[in-house]
């Protein structure tokens, strides 16, 4: 949910929208309190992690002051939205209170909020407002699609009215309510969202007590606090309580392997709180040696969702890890293709990965064991369908339905030359080959370890060994004396110089000496703003600072370029790259954003925000936490 800080909801879309969501979908859209028919003043607000609280009053002057004071507080769980309003007396006379609640539910998937100008065909869409003895209940219908929204209180309304003029089916609940010199009266209010699909919400229960049940499941999550070194740079503690804080409100709900539900990092608030491949994955990667329950679930859940046959609306194939899963109606109705979507390279390789890690970190074959199948599958996509066999690479072909670009730079034209021009399919992009080089290796060790198949790890080792070569033969530029963003369909180098290098370091796939000139190279100035490491180096003319790919600075690509520092015995450069990311944080509250603008630090004083960043996102949350891992060995 997301609120004023008065506790309303406006109904915005665009790049900062607010309501309550659940399942792709807004089912509060409105939530205007007034009170003797004006806008109460906000005289202070608190927000935490799944509730908020505010004190409201009416205007007043010096020698009038406020009759009333309104306490106000909100909680969220499971779906379901309480709030109690209390009005406190502030006079000896007994009053009337005549308080009204604006209220609606638009049921706008959240692809149609977003600020990209796309607009979608809802032929025989109906929405409806039912009034009920204690509120109302919003129903959306079109063809089989039902979801609803139900607003109650306790005391029931004097009066629901339809609001003309303010939406389709808006209503303005309203109370009489008798106030006592010096006394109180309260309204409990329930808002239960029952998206389409979707299981029997939980009982409503007071704010008070939904909040301490949130409280008690985060503290669980966050445990005792992490080992940070003493000489770690200055910020490191804080950021990665941030973080951890921020995952643990980050985590949804998904159907695993053996159809249990466990719950994943989501991606990222607004646009993204579902279960994505990459997203997911390398977040459990980072949170891996601090908790592990995160790629456990992670890989329970991409393990039930992997491809199983050809479908190529939705790209899906068999052995691929999926992308991104929405539960949305125009998922629903395939008017976007994400309902589950394959349309990522880079999916596939990082689930082995990650699994191997798992596996390595926690000491346990059970895991080897259970997704055996589901890995010899993601082998089998790499070599057949992934392009392993065919093009000496993984690659990708634009999806002129989906994403044009399948790598993590997945906006339209992150895949330039440098003066700007989209590179042409099929594309194999530098870091993909890394991941899969990783993968290979990762996986020979589990068939030669926990799977007693020497013959398969043999092949996977030579496999590795072969693809080594021929990228330092295909990718690497002598002039720049760096590797290339990627190869386009013809095989030619896509010559821009771009942050994707930075994450063959963490893969292991270069060499040591070219490694090292690497991350030399990726810590001078037109690269490393001060704060970050961009996307692109500044100078070519394809830079952008306040691009999504194009000169942007990610922290999460920084947290990928950090371990590859690490491990190729670099602490001088982690500790650069740690101390400006974690100043970036101080700036921001101690979490860090998705995405920052690539200005310099000799531009602004502080990160220049990008403006469609989501905040909290889950691989950024998780970034301090690969920095700890990184400062610490």
């Known amino acids: 949910m997301v609120l004023g800080a008065d506790g309303s909801l406006t109904g915005r879309g665009g790049a900062r929208p607010d309501g309550l969501f659940q399942r792709d979908a807004r089912h509060l859209s409105h939530w205007v309190l007034t009170v003797n028919g004006a806008a109460p003043l906000l005289l202070v607000t608190s927000t935490h992690e799944a509730s908020a609280h505010q004190v409201l009053a009416p205007i007043g002057t010096r020698d009038e002051p406020p009759p009333f004071t309104i306490f106000r507080e909100q909680a969220l769980s499971q779906g379901l939205l309480t709030e109690q309003l209390r009005i406190v007396s502030n006079r000896a006379e007994a009053a009337t209170v005549v308080l009204c609640l604006t209220v609606d539910a638009d049921f706008a998937d959240q692809f149609e909020l977003r600020s990209d100008k796309r607009s979608y065909e809802k032929t025989g869409a109906h929405p409806t407002a039912a009034v009920r003895p204690d509120g109302v209940a919003f129903t959306y219908a079109r063809g089989s699609w039902r979801s609803h929204t139900t607003v109650s209180a306790t005391p029931a309304p004097s009066a629901v009215l339809p609001l003309d003029g303010d939406g389709v ?7 009489h309510l008798e106030l006592p010199g010096h006394g109180t009266t309260d309204i409990a209010l329930r808002v239960t969202a029952r998206p389409h699909g979707a299981p029997e919400p939980a009982t409503p ?67 993204f709180l579902t279960l994505f491949g990459r997203d997911s994955l390398l977040t459990s990667f980072f949170s891996l040696p601090y908790r592990p329950e995160l790629a456990a679930g992670t890989l329970s859940a991409l393990a039930a969702t992997q491809g199983t046959v050809h479908d190529p609306v939705r790209k899906e194939q068999p052995g691929r890890i999926v992308h991104e899963i929405r539960h949305g109606e125009l998922a629903h109705f395939r008017q976007v293709p994400y309902g589950r979507y394959y349309g990522a390279v880079d999916s596939t390789p990082l689930f082995l990965v990650l699994l191997e890690e798992y596996v390595h970190s926690t000491g346990g074959p059970a895991a080897a064991t259970r997704f055996e199948q589901h890995a010899r599958a993601a082998v089998g996509w790499m070599f057949r369908d992934g392009g392993l066999d065919e093009h000496g690479y993984l690659v990708y072909s634009p999806d002129p339905d989906g994403l044009v670009n399948q790598n993590w730079k997945d906006s339209d034209g992150a895949i330039c030359s440098p003066d700007g021009t989209q590179a042409q399919g099929p594309i194999a992009v530098a870091e993909v080959q890394g991941y899969a080089y990783d993968a290979l290796v990762r996986t020979a060790r589990l068939a030669r370890c926990q799977w007693n198949d020497v013959e398969y790890a043999n092949r996977l080792e030579a496999a590795a060994a072969d693809l080594r070569d021929r990228f330092m033969r295909d990718f690497w530029m002598d002039e720049p004396d760096f590797p290339a963003l990627a190869l ?146």
């Open 169 to 175: 089916t808006a209503q303005r609940l309203e109370w």
């Open 205 to 271: 229960v007071h704010p008070s007590r939904a909040t301490a049940e949130n409280a008690r499941d985060t503290a669980a999550f966050l445990g005792s606090q992490l080992p940070v070194p003493p000489e770690s740079p200055a910020g490191l503690a804080s950021a990665c309580a941030r973080g951890l804080k921020d995952l643990a409100g980050l985590r949804v709900p998904a159907i695993g392997v053996d159809g249990e539900e466990v719950l994943v990092p989501g991606a990222g608030v607004p646009w």
């Open 488 to 633: 386009d369909g013809r095989g030619r180098q896509v010559v821009s110089l771009a942050s994707d290098a930075g994450h063959l370091l963490w893969s292991g796939i270069l060499d040591e000496p070219f490694a090292h000139r690497v991350g030399r190279r990726l810590l001078e100035p037109d690269f490393f703003s001060g704060w970050a490491i961009r996307t692109l180096a500044a100078g070519q003319a394809a830079y952008h600072p306040l691009s999504y790919h194009r000169g942007s600075a990610w922290p999460h690509d920084n947290a990928l370029i950090a371990l590859g520092l690490a491990r190729y015995g670099m602490p001088d450069e982690v500790r650069s790259l740690a101390t400006g990311l974690l100043e970036a944080a101080g700036h921001h509250s101690d979490r860090l954003p998705e995405v920052m603008a690539g200005y310099a630090r000799s531009d602004h004083p502080q990160p220049v925000p990008y403006l469609h960043s989501c905040s909290p996102q889950a691989w950024a949350a998780a970034t301090p936490l690969a920095l700890l891992t990184a400062l610490s060995q």
